[in-house]
T-cell receptor, first 113, second 116 residues
Framework: DAKTTQPNSMESNEEEPVHLPCNHS???????IHWYRQLPSQGPEYVIH???SNVNNRMASLAIAEDRKSSTLILHRATLRDAAVYYC??????????????FGKGTKLSVKP | ETGVTQTPRHLVMGMTNKKSLKCEQH?????MYWYKQSAKKPLELMFV???????ENNSVPSRFSPECPNSSHLFLHLHTLQPEDSALYLC???????????????FGEGSRLTVL
């Protein structure tokens, strides 16, 4: 399985942008890059996903390197509610076992007031 | 409200007890999942059900017995558990599991299990 590497933890100040990096040097052409986050005492929630082009939604932006070997999740203005563990996951774009969502350790983001 | 409801939220049981965890999704999805999250470890996929049929069992010990009576309900029956089975058990659902979809998973808040 293709693996991802993320920093164990990061800190941010409230209302400042946050850039969460993810390395995936063994990514294959059919892997989508998914981001989920897990707030304290909750289950994970979907944030965003992309294949090659940068993506934006109401929660965040995803910047994907041209060679696709790394990506960055961008929170434009961090709030205290964004403190969570962020997971970068490679997921094949078809169903069955190969499309299962397999979690790593993620990055624990702390947000300071 | 995530659309996926898990009960109970907390459960304490002895090693000889039999208990069940329940998951219900109100999203009209066809696939349901059980994940286990132990302290200091990543989430581990345990079981996958697609249209009520079990499609994945990731070498889970038989003391965990899943049941999916319909696409909206998923149970995890527990018996003769060990203290190391103490963990947060998370249920999730998605639109489908087979076919070319990149559908997101919707998770419940989890059931915190403590085995004494």
């Amino acid at each position: 399985d293709a693996k991802t590497t993320q920093p164990n933890s990061m800190e941010s100040n409230e209302e400042e942008p946050v850039h969460l990096p993810c390395n995936h040097s063994t990514i294959s052409g059919t892997d989508y890059i998914h981001w989920y986050r897990q707030l304290p005492s909750q289950g994970p929630e979907y944030v965003i996903h992309g294949l090659t082009s940068n993506v934006n939604n109401r929660m965040a932006s995803l910047a994907i390197a041209e060679d696709r070997k790394s990506s960055t999740l961008i929170l434009h203005r961090a709030t205290l509610r964004d403190a969570a563990v962020y997971y970068c996951i490679l997921r094949l774009n078809y169903g069955g076992s190969q499309g299962n969502l397999i979690f790593g350790k993620g990055t624990k983001l702390s947000v300071k007031p | 409200e995530t659309g996926v409801t898990q009960t109970p939220r907390h459960l304490v049981m002895g090693m000889t007890n039999k208990k069940s965890l329940k998951c219900e999704q109100h999203l009209g999805h066809n696939a349901m999942y059980w994940y286990k999250q132990s302290a200091k470890k990543p989430l581990e996929l345990m079981f996958v059900y697609n249209f009520k049929e079990q499609t994945e069992n990731n070498s889970v010990p038989s003391r965990f017995s899943p049941e999916c009576p319909n696409s909206s309900h998923l149970f995890l029956h527990l018996h003769t558990l060990q203290p190391e089975d103490s963990a947060l058990y998370l249920c999730a659902s998605s639109q489908d599991w087979s076919g070319g979809v990149t559908g997101e998973l919707f998770f419940g808040e989890g059931s915190r299990l403590t085995v004494l």
